[in-house]
T-cell receptor, first 111, second 118 residues
Framework: KQEVTQIPAALSVPEGENLVLNCSFT??????LQWFRQDPGKGLTSLLL?????REQTSGRLNASLDKSSGRSTLYIAASQPGDSATYLCAVRNSGYALNFGKGTSLLVTP | GAVVSQHPSWVICKSGTSVKIECRSLDFQATTMFWYRQFPKQSLMLMAT?????????EQGVEKDKFLINHASLTLSTLTVTSAHPEDSSFYIC??????????????FGPGTRLLVL
C-alpha cells in the first residue's frame, strides 16, 4: 500500500524567503505525482503535475522535482508571499485513477 | 475549463438523518468520479470510486450501505450519508477525471462539503 509522507508538517517563514517542501512515497511504481494547495475549509487547487517520466515541472515561482527511484519529490517556492499561506498537499497516483495523499505541510508566510 | 462543483457547501443535520451531497462536472464529462473524506489535520482519504452506470467501488473499511453513491450521468455523482452520526462529521470532497483523459490525466476537485452532525 502506497504511503505518502510530507515533511515538515508545518512551516513559518518571513516574506521573501525561498522554501522547500518535501514529499516521500514508498512505492516507486507511480504514474504521476501532483502538488495541490488547500486553503482553510476549501477544496484543492492543482499546482503542478509531474508525470513519472519527468524530472521537474515549473509554474511561476513554483518548481516541483521528482526522483521516482528514491521515492521523493520537492516543491520549491521562490520569494514567498503572505498569499502563499496555505496547506500544500502531495498526492501520488499508482495504478487506477485514485490519488494517495500525504497529510500536507501547513505554510505560514508572515509579512 | 474543468470545473467541478459540489452542493451543498455546508450542511448541519441531526443525528439519524440522511444527507445527500452532489458533485457535478460543469464543463466536461466524467465516467469516473471519486469521493474523499478529510478529518481535521488529516490527509484526504479515498472513500469510493464512482463509475457512471455501474456500482461504486468502496475502499476497505468504508460501509457501502452507509455511504450510498449514485453516478447516474456523465456529469453528476451523489453521495448520501445515511443515518448520519457525529463521527461522520467531516469534509467531503469529490473529484472527476475527464472522459477523454488517459490514466495520467489530472483530476479536478470540487470545493468540498463540510458536514456537521449534531
Amino acid at each position: 500500500k502506497q504511503e505518502v509522507t510530507q515533511i515538515p508538517a508545518a512551516l513559518s517563514v518571513p516574506e521573501g524567503e525561498n522554501l522547500v517542501l518535501n514529499c516521500s512515497f514508498t512505492d516507486s511504481a507511480i504514474y504521476n505525482l501532483q502538488w495541490f494547495r488547500q486553503d482553510p475549509g476549501k477544496g484543492l487547487t492543482s499546482l503542478l503535475l509531474i508525470q513519472s517520466s519527468q524530472r521537474e515541472q515549473t509554474s511561476g515561482r513554483l518548481n516541483a522535482s521528482l526522483d521516482k527511484s528514491s521515492g521523493r519529490s520537492t516543491l520549491y517556492i521562490a520569494a514567498s508571499q503572505p498569499g502563499d499561506s496555505a496547506t500544500y498537499l502531495c498526492a501520488v497516483r499508482n495504478s487506477g485513477y485514485a490519488l494517495n495523499f500525504g497529510k500536507g505541510t501547513s505554510l505560514l508566510v508572515t509579512p | 475549463g474543468a470545473v467541478v462543483s459540489q452542493h451543498p457547501s455546508w450542511v448541519i443535520c441531526k443525528s439519524g438523518t440522511s444527507v445527500k451531497i452532489e458533485c457535478r462536472s460543469l464543463d466536461f464529462q466524467a465516467t469516473t468520479m471519486f469521493w474523499y473524506r478529510q478529518f481535521p489535520k488529516q490527509s484526504l482519504m479515498l472513500m469510493a470510486t464512482s463509475n457512471e452506470g455501474s456500482k461504486a467501488t468502496y475502499e476497505q473499511g468504508v460501509e457501502k450501505d452507509k455511504f450510498l453513491i449514485n453516478h447516474a450521468s456523465l456529469t453528476l455523482s451523489t453521495l448520501t450519508v445515511t443515518s448520519a452520526h457525529p463521527e461522520d462529521s467531516s469534509f467531503y470532497i469529490c473529484s472527476a477525471s475527464p472522459l477523454s483523459g488517459s490514466i495520467g490525466e489530472t483530476q479536478y476537485f470540487g470545493p468540498g462539503t463540510r458536514l456537521l452532525v449534531l
